[in-house]
């Protein structure tokens, strides 16, 4: 259907019709070229009518094994197809930064749905919001300009909440209460098991600078005997954090100076 995606690199203009129906069959084609085994029994079916799919899918193939299959230039059409079918990050956050004009450090990683084919068709968006701290690590009680860490957290996510709910998607926190303790291991279980398109950290620093820092995982790692995150997730979150970075530098306030983005290898935990 999309021959291009395998000869030319696409472009913004290319896909600035499509809706995510299209863009979603564009993602699923560039994988199944790569012979990928698809986890939903109803995108296989579709694909299984076509001959060359017959042909190239390989029983038990994940996603990142059908990237090894494919050309650089499909892997980044791929990974362009990813960056436009997830528009909807940008605007709630840069609201409400907007409306805060708070220092917030934040760690994005996406949750861990594989299969971009049953990639939430008509479901409400789902965002986890992790108001950092108390945890193994740190009880985030140290006071700096007369606040403690965790209760700007706490402050943040709560009007996060509120904002993200008032456009209609749906919230999951992964603490009830601000002295709450939770490990960093059960707040990314609790993202996981929320089935969260998006999951957020929230933490502030507590130097004197007043810029900010996004985090988002760029490499595979292994911590507490799981590898992750997958290829799908490290490219959702690169661009989860882009725009991110691109909003927060947009925010209109002087107490907000623009860094940059920072990569950072799965499983380091604050
Ligand atoms: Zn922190």
């Given at each position: 259907m999309f021959s291009e995606t395998r000869t030319r690199r696409l472009t913004a203009a290319d896909v600035g019709g499509w809706d995510a129906d299209k863009l979603r069959y564009g993602i699923n084609e560039i994988y199944a070229r790569g012979g990928y085994d698809f986890a939903t029994p109803e995108i296989k079916d579709i694909f299984m009518r076509l001959p060359w799919y017959r042909d190239r899918v390989v029983i038990g193939r994940s996603q990142d094994e059908a990237a090894r299959h494919l050309s650089p230039l499909e892997n980044a059409n791929l990974e362009f197809l990813h960056v436009s079918a997830k528009p909807v990050y940008v605007r709630p956050i840069k609201l409400h930064l907007a409306a805060i004009g708070f220092l917030?450090?934040?760690?994005?990683?996406?949750?861990?749905?594989?299969?971009?084919?049953?990639?939430?068709?008509?479901?409400?968006?789902?965002?986890?919001?992790?108001?950092?701290?108390?945890?193994?690590?740190?009880?985030?009680?140290?006071?700096?300009?007369?606040?403690?860490?965790?209760?700007?957290?706490?402050?943040?996510?709560?009007?996060?909440?509120?904002?993200?709910?008032?456009?209609?998607?749906?919230?999951?926190?992964?603490?009830?209460?601000?002295?709450?303790?939770?490990?960093n291991k059960d707040r990314a279980a609790i993202a996981n098991e929320s089935d969260a398109d998006l999951f957020l950290r929230l933490h502030a620093d507590a130097g004197k600078s007043t810029w900010f820092t996004i985090y988002y995982p760029r490499k595979e790692g292994t911590v507490h005997g799981v590898t992750g995150p997958s290829k799908d997730v490290r490219q959702s979150s690169a661009a989860a954090a882009n725009q991110f970075h691109t909003a927060f530098a947009a925010a209109p306030t002087t107490a907000l100076k623009e860094t940059k983005t920072h990569s950072l290898a799965a499983g380091r935990e604050r």
């Amino acid at each position: 259907m999309f021959s291009e995606t395998r000869t030319r690199r696409l472009t913004a203009a290319d896909v600035g019709g499509w809706d995510a129906d299209k863009l979603r069959y564009g993602i699923n084609e560039i994988y199944a070229r790569g012979g990928y085994d698809f986890a939903t029994p109803e995108i296989k079916d579709i694909f299984m009518r076509l001959p060359w799919y017959r042909d190239r899918v390989v029983i038990g193939r994940s996603q990142d094994e059908a990237a090894r299959h494919l050309s650089p230039l499909e892997n980044a059409n791929l990974e362009f197809l990813h960056v436009s079918a997830k528009p909807v990050y940008v605007r709630p956050i840069k609201l409400h930064l907007a409306a805060i004009g708070f220092l917030i450090g934040a760690t994005i990683a996406q949750s861990l749905d594989a299969d971009p084919a049953s990639e939430k068709s008509g479901k409400q968006c789902c965002v986890c919001i992790d108001p950092g701290h108390p945890s193994e690590n740190n009880d985030g009680g140290a006071v700096t300009n007369g606040l403690r860490e965790v209760t700007m957290n706490w402050e943040v996510a709560l009007l996060l909440c509120d904002e993200l709910e008032k456009d209609g998607m749906k919230v999951v926190m992964t603490k009830k209460s601000e002295g709450e303790f939770i490990t960093n291991k059960d707040r990314a279980a609790i993202a996981n098991e929320s089935d969260a398109d998006l999951f957020l950290r929230l933490h502030a620093d507590a130097g004197k600078s007043t810029w900010f820092t996004i985090y988002y995982p760029r490499k595979e790692g292994t911590v507490h005997g799981v590898t992750g995150p997958s290829k799908d997730v490290r490219q959702s979150s690169a661009a989860a954090a882009n725009q991110f970075h691109t909003a927060f530098a947009a925010a209109p306030t002087t107490a907000l100076k623009e860094t940059k983005t920072h990569s950072l290898a799965a499983g380091r935990e604050r």
